[in-house]
């Protein structure tokens, strides 16, 4: 039996470790991660696409569209569906402009989301052009997020590289799909509706 006083003092001394980890509530975002390959940078540009409707693309255009996704979701760290809150612009001492979103995520397909993301897109940057002028078509919005984790050859911090999609709701089922097939998930039977007429 612990001596008077001495199991409060305990609790404290045991959660002093997981305070100092994170506890409860940790970043997620990884300490250490690879360089992103150069293939990869295509599918995480750090821009957006605004295809709501892919069933309405037809020929090359419907097969790229299907190609990079399933890149994605076969390459990604992180899948969510995210809210737009925030939309800001920055600009350096090289007089670079960098743009800045705010997400909150709604619903997560795939991996652990961290509570302080942030996302960026630097002037150069193969994505920022989609940015650029389309704060509207952006800001309170919802979209599928796709983050790959990079920590460049030289740096000490892991960065996300990402695009984001309109979460339509075909787009986002299908990414699902997807997501279960990468991890080995068994899909769920399709409900069934019975109707019984009586005479």
Known sequence: MDPPGMSGARAILL??????????????????????????????????????DPEALEGRWALEWRQELEARVERADVIAVVRVHTFSTQTDLQRQVSFYLRVDEERRLLGVFPTDMALSS????????????????????????????????????????WHMSPAANTVVDRVQRLVNARLGREEAPPRTRVIVREN
């Open 15 to 52: 959660c002093l470790p997981l305070l100092a980890c994170g506890g409860s509530a940790p970043s997620a975002r990884p300490l250490t991660a690879e360089p992103i390959s150069v293939d990869d940078r295509r599918y995480f540009e750090e821009g957006v696409d605004f295809i709501v």
């Open 122 to 161: 630097r002037e150069g940057a193969l994505g920022y052009a989609t940015l650029e002028g389309n704060e509207r078509r952006i800001l309170q919005q919802r979209f599928l997020l796709f983050v790959k984790w990079d920590q460049p050859e030289g740096s000490t911090g892991v960065v996300p590289r």
